[in-house]
Each structure stands twice: as C-alpha cells, then as structure tokens.
C-alpha cells in the first residue's frame, strides 16, 4: 500500500513538474524511482518466496491442514499479491517512461 501510493506520488510530481527546476527534479525522480525499484524488487523476493514454498510442497502441507475457506482466502490473498504486483510493475513501466520523457525534455531545453 505504501509503495502504491508512493508510485502515485511519483506520478503526480513527474506531470506537475515545473520547467524552471526540471533538472532537479529529474535527479530527485531517480532517487525516488530507484527507492521504488527497491520496494519493487522486495515484492519479487517475497513472490519468489511463495514461489519457493508452493515448490517444495509446504504449501500443500499447509492446504491439508486448513479448512477450505482458509484454503480459499489464501488464495484469494495470493492472487490479490499477484495482481498487486503486477499493477506494481506497470507503473513502474509507466514511470520510467515519464522519467526517461522528463530526460529528453531537459535535453532538448
């Protein structure tokens, strides 16, 4: 929740940038832009934890133990990760793009 309204953040400064500090802001992007990358890729490592546990079979030892509404809320929450992430990774895209946008602009002032 934090790193998706920090993407929104991001985005909002990257429309609203003024032209007279562009080239700061620019640098001030890339450092936010790199914290989200970081952020980004802790969610890949938690992603491929699960991975990991669905792999070795903990994760069927898990869904024999629990009921199958606890089964299905898993789920539920594994997918909503899922969706979240991949949400995640196409602001990034998004965000990249405005940076690299906010780059070519400065170059050609």
Known sequence: EWLEQHFAELQ???QAG???NRNSEVADLDGKLRAAAEGAQRLDALSARLSELVDTGKMQELNRSLED???QTLNRTLQSIEER???MEDMMQKITE???NERECCVLQ
């Open 69 to 71: 509404s606890q089964v």
């Open 18 to 20: 003024s032209s007279a």
């Open 12 to 14: 909002h400064e990257v």
């Open 98 to 100: 405005d940076v690299q």
């Open 85 to 87: 992430l991949q949400s």
